[in-house]
């Protein structure tokens, strides 16, 4: 039989390990810096970039797309070549995709600190780097295609069915969430509005979790697991259910991110249905993986790599099983914007994610530059100070939520909430103490690996170029014995990934569509109307400054929220929101219906001096918006923008929209100075005074709404 000589490149793989490890400890820091923040307000040193509103996108970009986003393609590289038996597709289309990916981050990081941000949850880059994406990720496809259809190896690995999964469907969550309206050169509105913006965003942000974080991984520990323990994968058989089934529950899933919340109900009965179903294949693949090591676990007591491999895995079982579980309403009604969900998404990233990636790193190295590992003793000890961060950082966290959700929801004798919000903030400080305590561990952990790594690469000799030998396809030899099915589509990659792009389509539509095309889905509310071009200013601000992270705009129909912030949200108040500002957690108290609430010189002063008007508070002074000025030069293209969007301003007012400006800004203004507060033309802070006064007055409720509402919240919970 002819046999083939070539070489696997080594030299890109090697790049983005360490990639993994400089934007690792980079994001990691940031989540640590955030984590601080919030008991510590004063580390913030009263600068923009510095506080928890653009620290934690950063933190969450960093991690996601930097750390493990250069995670998998450090193991795709590594491990394609080898599976199809064949070189990288192109070198320079490597190099092209290292330094494309490196040049996106570096430039997301930097916007994002600046306050560039979309406002849109794991999608916060603006339109310029979602172009760049859309390209850098087209080049990584072809560099991925282009090896698969070259290979020497006729059948498709289990690995490899997920990476293509990957590929075809971060594209479409991709496309379809980042249709934006650009105004300037870093801003931009989403094409959506309100609820149905909530849904395409949650569509995408849950399946960013699916096809991101999950099932790469999974491609990563079909291969390196087996590789790791030096025994085949447990089941054939079950990597197919397990592939197929993932794919087509997972994507969903995703409005159960909304339970409660003014989307449409058959949408949130959708994603819960889906989300209990996902148990199966979540934990096929988890038993797949624990079940490889049947036999071998004297070798994971030896053996660092497959100590990570392991609680890796463990980690992706807990949170696929919690998953599900926080997505039932009777469950969601007790965790949702609280930190019990922080603590669930940590389970799979400082688990699943990090492990795994730790195991493949410590696993990689020695191999690439051919020597063995510095000390197994150091990789013990990073595995140990790693699962004890891991503990310290979830536990206190599901302690926080608990309490959170009960003291939001506890009433005295009388019938009257028992506590202030800000109560049950300061109630909680330990815990975001000794969740700080975990993440430091954690990153020590990680330092201590780096330092191993670079004692291993120092002593050992890098082969950049790893010669390899294989019969051509055509001369494979033809296989014998029982042939399964599935087999027919291993051989044909690009039915692959049409056959994979059908599947995790199907339930997009089916919740998107009639959620834009039937109108009962989101009824009209006439009392709603478009923002002021003050306020249309002032709500860029409070997306710039991030306060969608901390402060949630859906009142859901309890007793204890309908009390606390008036009457529950409605679909049709959110129709010219671009982007939607429901926000996903409750640092502070929800802002739905706080227009009106206080007079204009409490908000000024709030923020000024948070501590001043809400003693004990734990948000930051924005000074700069005192200084800083809103461009009016941009209020034409931003109401045209909105315009075109279908926001109704009547024509030609994007004229005269400044001329309202002004008055408006000079009616608060000579209120502030009622209150002996000056300020001068232009300023920030009076623009975000305008918004947050606008924000729930548009919803009048009835009189005695109070109790009514209450009592339709209960019959809503099925009390």
Same mark, same amino acid.
């Given at each position: 039989m002819q046999v083939e000589k070539f070489y696997y490149d080594n030299k890109t793989v090697k790049w983005? /390990?360490?990639?993994? %490890?400089?934007?690792?400890?980079?994001?990691?820091? /940031?989540?640590?810096?955030?984590? +601080?923040? %919030? !008991? !510590?307000? /004063?580390?913030?040193?009263?600068l923009p970039a510095t506080t928890f509103g653009r620290m934690r996108p950063v933190h969450t970009n960093a991690v996601i797309f930097a750390f493990v986003g250069n995670g998998i393609f450090m193991g795709v590289y590594y491990s394609l070549?080898?599976?199809?038996?064949?070189?990288?597709?192109?070198?320079?289309?490597?190099?092209?995709?290292?330094?494309?990916?490196?040049? $996106?981050?570096?430039?997301?990081?930097?916007?994002?600190?600046?306050?560039?941000?979309?406002?849109?949850?794991?999608?916060? =880059?603006?339109? @310029?780097?979602?172009?760049?994406?859309?390209?850098?990720? &087209? &080049?990584?496809?072809?560099?991925?295609?282009?090896?698969?259809?070259?290979?020497?190896?006729?059948? $498709? !690995?289990?690995a490899i069915w997920f990476y293509i999964a990957t590929w075809v469907t971060v594209a479409m969550l991709h496309i379809v969430n980042s249709i934006e309206l650009p105004v300037t050169l870093w801003k931009s509105y989403s094409w959506y509005a309100g609820v149905q913006d909530a849904l395409v965003q949650w569509w995408y942000g849950h399946n960013a979790v699916a096809f991101f974080l999950t099932t790469p991984y999974l491609g990563l520990m079909y291969y390196f697991l087996p590789k790791a323990a030096n025994r085949p994968i447990y089941s054939y058989r079950l990597s197919i259910i397990h592939f197929w089934a993932l794919i087509f529950i997972y994507i969903w899933a995703g409005p159960h991110h909304l339970l409660y919340t003014a989307l449409p109900d058959w949408a949130q009965s959708l994603g819960v249905v889906f989300s209990i179903m996902l148990i199966a294949p979540s934990w096929g693949g988890m038993l797949n993986g624990l079940f490889t090591l049947r036999g071998a676990w004297d070798k994971v007591r030896e053996e660092p790599v497959l100590k990570f491999l392991v609680v890796a895995i463990t980690c992706y079982g807990m949170a696929t099983f919690e998953g599900p579980m926080l997505s039932l309403k009777n469950v969601n009604a007790i965790s949702h914007f609280t930190d019990w969900t922080i603590a669930h998404v940590h389970i799979g990233a400082l688990g699943w994610n990090g492990f795994l990636t730790f195991g493949i790193l410590y696993w990689l190295v020695p191999r690439m530059w051919n020597t063995p590992l510095y000390s197994k003793k150091l990789a013990g000890a990073h595995f140990w100070i790693g699962t004890l961060g891991i503990v310290l950082y979830a536990v206190p966290l599901y302690w926080a939520g608990f309490t959170q959700s009960m003291m939001w929801k506890s009433f005295t004798d009388e019938g009257q909430l028992k506590f202030q919000f800000l109560e049950t903030v300061t109630h909680i400080l330990p815990m975001y103490i000794t969740r700080s305590i975990g993440g430091s561990l954690y990153i020590i952990g990680v330092l201590i690996m780096v330092y191993n790594l670079r004692k291993t690469i120092a002593k050992g000799s890098f082969v950049a170029n790893e010669a390899a030998e294989a019969a051509p396809l055509a001369a494979t030899a033809p296989a014998h014995g029982?042939?399964?099915?599935?087999?027919? +589509?291993? *051989? *044909? @990659?690009?039915?692959? =990934?049409?056959? #994979?792009?059908?599947?995790?389509?199907?339930?997009? %539509? &089916?919740?998107? $569509?009639?959620?834009?095309?039937?109108? #009962?889905? +989101?009824?009209?509310?006439? #009392?709603?109307?478009?923002?002021? @071009?003050?306020? %249309?200013?002032?709500?860029?601000i409070y997306v710039r400054e991030g306060c969608y992270?901390?402060?949630?705009?859906?009142?859901?129909?309890? *007793?204890?929220?309908?009390?606390r912030y008036g009457e529950y949200s409605k679909a049709g108040e959110f129709v010219y929101d671009h982007p939607f500002q429901w926000g996903s957690k409750r640092t502070g108290p929800d802002l739905a219906r706080v227009g009106g609430k206080y007079p204009d010189s409490w908000h000024f002063n709030h923020l000024l001096d948070p501590t001043s008007m809400s003693p004990g508070s734990i948000m930051p002074s924005y000074v700069w918006l005192f200084d800083h000025e809103i461009d009016t030069v941009h209020t034409y293209k931003m109401i045209k923008a909105m315009q075109t969007l279908g926001v109704p301003y009547p024509d030609g007012y994007a004229q005269q929209a400044n001329k309202d400006l002004v008055n408006q800004e000079q009616a608060i203004r000579a209120s502030l100075k009622g209150d002996k507060i000056s300020t001068g033309q232009n300023k920030e802070i009076v623009a975000l005074i305008a918004y947050l006064q606008r924000l729930g007055k548009d919803i009048k409720a009835a009189p005695k709404a109070e109790t009514a509402l209450a009592a339709d919240g209960q019959k809503i919970m099925g009390n």
């Open positions: 983005f /390990a360490y990639a993994v %490890l400089f934007w690792g400890v980079v994001g990691m820091l /940031a989540g640590l810096w955030a984590a +601080i923040a %919030l !008991y !510590y307000p /004063a580390i913030n040193l009263g070549q080898r599976l199809c038996k064949t070189r990288m597709f192109s070198d320079t289309l490597s190099k092209l995709h290292f330094w494309g990916w490196q040049a $996106i981050i570096l430039t997301g990081a930097i916007t994002l600190w600046a306050g560039k941000t979309s406002g849109k949850e794991y999608a916060e =880059l603006e339109w @310029p780097i979602d172009i760049a994406i859309t390209v850098v990720w &087209i &080049i990584f496809g072809i560099n991925l295609f282009g090896t698969i259809l070259k290979r020497r190896e006729k059948h $498709i !690995y289990v029982r042939q399964y099915w599935h087999r027919w +589509i291993e *051989r *044909r @990659p690009m039915q692959m =990934l049409v056959f #994979s792009l059908i599947v995790v389509a199907i339930g997009g %539509l &089916i919740e998107l $569509i009639p959620t834009f095309l039937v109108k #009962s889905n +989101i009824p009209t509310i006439s #009392s709603v109307k478009p923002y002021t @071009p003050l306020e %249309l200013h002032g709500r860029d992270l901390c402060h949630s705009q859906m009142v859901r129909p309890f *007793r204890d929220e309908v009390v």
